[in-house]
């Protein structure tokens, strides 16, 4: 029977320390799923009522969502009510109730009950600029997830 011997081999602990955090930069979770666009909408300057009409369910533009988001864009906006009307015919009212500046966006809202398609959604707000502006106009766009 023969015996091999082993030999062992010294790393410096600084380099054992450099492959660990290249290990862990490359192994960091992935990124929250950003969702899908549903639509967009602009407001006018006085109270607005807006429809964002969703094409058919399970076409690309629209995937049954459980989480709603939107993102104000161009000028601050104003919104008040969301009226989400699902394909199945269940609507449900999001009061907002919030001012949102350009670039803002809105934290991810849970819709009740199980993953649906969005028929359209109601929108109820205005752009928020100082004075009577009637050409600016503020635009939302609605993620879901």
């Known amino acids: 029977m023969r015996t091999e011997r082993l030999h062992r081999v010294r790393i410096p602990a600084g380099t054992c320390l450099l492959a660990l955090l290249a290990t862990l930069a490359c192994a960091s979770p992935a990124p929250a799923e950003p969702g899908v666009l549903l639509g967009a909408v602009r407001l006018a300057e006085g109270k607005d009522r807006d429809v964002v009409r969703l094409p058919p369910c399970r076409s690309s533009a629209n995937r049954a969502v459980r989480e709603l988001r939107l993102v104000v864009d161009l000028h601050p906006a104003e919104l008040d ?48 600029t100082p004075g009577w502006r009637p050409g600016k106009q503020a635009r939302v766009s609605f993620w879901g997830r």
Do not use: K, Y
Not at 81 to 97: C, D
Not at 102 to 127: E, F, H, N
């Open 81 to 128: 009510l969301l009226r989400v009307v699902f394909h199945n015919g269940e609507r449900q009212e999001l009061h907002v109730r919030q001012h949102f500046g350009a670039g803002d966006g809105s934290r991810w809202m849970d819709l009740r009950g199980p993953r649906r398609c969005i028929q359209r959604i109601v929108v109820v707000g205005d752009t928020d």
